[in-house]
């Protein structure tokens, strides 16, 4: 599904999804299978996705609010992520070039050349994986 400027709400769906949104709010929430998306300056909300989910991000805010076990590979340009992943358990790698990261203190801190990672287990037992990439937007996990 392609959209340019409106508002995305899909709830309750199943299988495979693929969303594309330039400017409008786009959310999915009670939702299970493979979500797929790309957004420029909207912000994309996901609530309780039970699945993987894939995202691209130009300058719009990524919010990832799951229980549960977990499974997320986001790049943002500017935008800001935020993800609350209650109980996951999930391992988690997070790195930017220019933006701050507000992790769990007892992550590891890694500073390259070039990027700054955080890296480590989420307090839980559902398991899963966080894998985040940002240039200079801020990340937030909890």
């Known amino acids: ?6 508002t995305v709400s899909l709830q309750n769906i199943e299988g495979g999804l693929q969303l594309s949104s330039h400017k409008g709010q786009m959310s999915v929430s009670r939702s299970k ?3 797929q998306f790309e957004s420029g300056d909207n912000n994309t909300v996901i609530e ?18 799951s229980e549960g ?3 997320v590979n ?19 790698n997070v790195g930017s070039k ?8 007892y992550f590891k801190l890694t500073r390259y050349a070039n990027m700054k990672v955080m890296s ?13 990439r940002t240039e200079s937007g801020s990340v937030k996990l909890r």
């Open 74 to 92: 986001l790049r943002s340009n500017q935008g800001r992520i935020d993800i609350q992943a209650k109980g996951s358990g999930a391992t988690v």
């Open 1 to 6: 599904m392609s959209n340019f400027d409106g």
């Open 33 to 35: 299978g493979r979500l």
């Open 120 to 132: 480590g287990r989420l307090r839980g037992g559902s398991g899963g994986q966080i894998y985040v």
């Open 48 to 65: 309780d996705f039970d699945g993987s989910i894939k995202g691209k991000s130009g300058q719009g805010a990524i919010v990832v609010r």
């Open 98 to 105: 220019d933006g701050p990261l507000y992790l769990p203190n």
């Open 69 to 71: 076990k977990i499974n």
